[in-house]
């Protein structure tokens, strides 16, 4: 007998300053709903793991998108793409993922995304506190700048193989993750479009900065919550706790070992730091 996933994938149109966006979404579960953003350069599939966990999935409808550009989701075919540079801007990606959740009828969501998509969680909880129950951001912090040479010499460059990404990911992982699931995290960046993970980074390093804002989060609106990796280097721990400690009635967690992909690198052991944030989410709502 055929073994079949609880995940089921489907397309929907999303119309967003006048353009049409077919975007690939795979979801699985009921209940409360929680949408989950990867991280730049990469695609939905890195939360596979949460979205074949039963004892998620039975309280929660996970919901997996892939940004346009990314995965599944191609490039609008009403945009000349490949005449100008794609650029990922602040404005733009919240207004997506408020339009993608209406889109979908779903009532209040939890938000929950990883650094590009970390960074997400505390500029919708600001911006948007209505729109979601609870922002949980992996990897966030109030800040990413200071990178101007390694974005727009590095990562879009003739003389680069497309490989050195997905390399300079793995440093990212945890010495301590099983190799199998590191090994998958940098699969999936091996296979994104040379300019997306630099367009990415147009959020993450210049448009993102809650230095000035991040007091004026209302967790009593939209609750957030930062985890962050022991040996993430990017979003350190120092910058994530930072974020939390400007929000009144955030809550920080240490994720003791792991790296900055959580959620693919090492999902049994990131599944006992999200556990306790979910249940403390459902209770509430």
Same mark, same amino acid.
């Given at each position: 007998?055929?073994?079949?996933?609880?995940?089921?994938?489907?397309? &929907?149109?999303?119309?967003?300053?006048?353009?049409?966006?077919?975007? +690939?979404?795979?979801?699985?579960?009921?209940?409360?709903?929680? &949408?989950?953003?990867?991280?730049?350069?990469?695609?939905?599939?890195?939360?596979?793991?949460?979205?074949?966990?039963?004892?998620?999935?039975?309280?929660?409808?996970?919901?997996?998108?892939?940004?346009?550009?990314?995965?599944?989701? /191609?490039?609008?075919?009403?945009?000349?793409?490949?005449?100008?540079?794609?650029?990922?801007?602040?404005?733009?990606?919240?207004?997506?993922?408020?339009?993608?959740?209406?889109?979908?009828?779903?009532?209040?969501? &939890?938000?929950?995304? *990883?650094?590009?998509?970390? @960074?997400?969680?505390?500029?919708?909880?600001? @911006?948007?506190?209505?729109?979601?129950?609870? *922002?949980? !951001?992996?990897?966030?912090?109030?800040?990413?700048?200071?990178?101007?040479?390694?974005?727009?010499?590095?990562?879009?460059?003739?003389?680069?193989?497309? =490989?050195?990404?997905?390399?300079?990911?793995?440093?990212?992982?945890?010495?301590?993750?099983? =190799?199998?699931?590191?090994?998958?995290?940098?699969?999936?960046?091996?296979? !994104?479009?040379?300019?997306?993970?630099?367009?990415?980074?147009?959020? +993450?390093?210049?448009? @993102?900065?809650?230095?000035?804002?991040?007091?004026?989060?209302?967790?009593?609106?939209?609750? /957030?919550?930062? /985890?962050?990796?022991?040996?993430?280097?990017?979003?350190?721990?120092?910058?994530?706790?930072?974020?939390?400690?400007?929000?009144?009635?955030?809550? +920080?967690?240490?994720?003791?070992?792991?790296?900055?992909?959580?959620?693919?690198?090492?999902?049994?052991?990131?599944?006992?730091? /999200?556990?306790?944030?979910?249940? =403390?989410? =459902?209770?509430?709502?």
């Amino acid at each position: 007998m055929a073994k079949f996933s609880d995940i089921v994938g489907r397309y &929907v149109y999303l119309k967003l300053d006048g353009v049409e966006y077919r975007v +690939y979404f795979e979801e699985a579960g009921r209940g409360i709903p929680l &949408v989950c953003q990867h991280t730049a350069g990469s695609d939905g599939r890195q939360y596979r793991h949460l979205l074949e966990d039963r004892e998620i999935t039975s309280r929660f409808r996970v919901i997996a998108a892939d940004l346009p550009y990314h995965g599944k989701s /191609l490039p609008p075919p009403a945009i000349r793409y490949w005449e100008q540079e794609y650029r990922l801007t602040k404005d733009w990606f919240m207004r997506y993922w408020v339009a993608l959740c209406r889109e979908l009828e779903l009532n209040r969501p &939890v938000y929950m995304g *990883c650094s590009m998509g970390g @960074h997400l969680a505390g500029d919708l909880a600001l @911006h948007y506190p209505n729109e979601f129950r609870a *922002c949980i !951001g992996l990897e966030a912090s109030m800040w990413s700048g200071n990178s101007d040479r390694l974005v727009n010499q590095w990562f879009h460059h003739p003389r680069l193989s497309n =490989e050195s990404k997905p390399a300079l990911m793995m440093s990212l992982c945890s010495p301590h993750a099983p =190799e199998e699931c590191v090994r998958e995290t940098v699969w999936t960046y091996s296979q !994104g479009a040379p300019p997306v993970f630099k367009g990415d980074l147009n959020y +993450y390093s210049f448009e @993102h900065d809650l230095r000035e804002t991040a007091k004026n989060i209302d967790t009593r609106k939209c609750a /957030l919550y930062v /985890l962050s990796g022991e040996y993430d280097w990017s979003a350190y721990p120092a910058a994530s706790k930072a974020l939390a400690d400007a929000v009144p009635g955030a809550k +920080y967690t240490l994720m003791e070992g792991m790296g900055h992909f959580p959620m693919s690198e090492d999902p049994a052991q990131f599944k006992k730091y /999200l556990m306790p944030v979910l249940a =403390e989410i =459902e209770a509430k709502s």
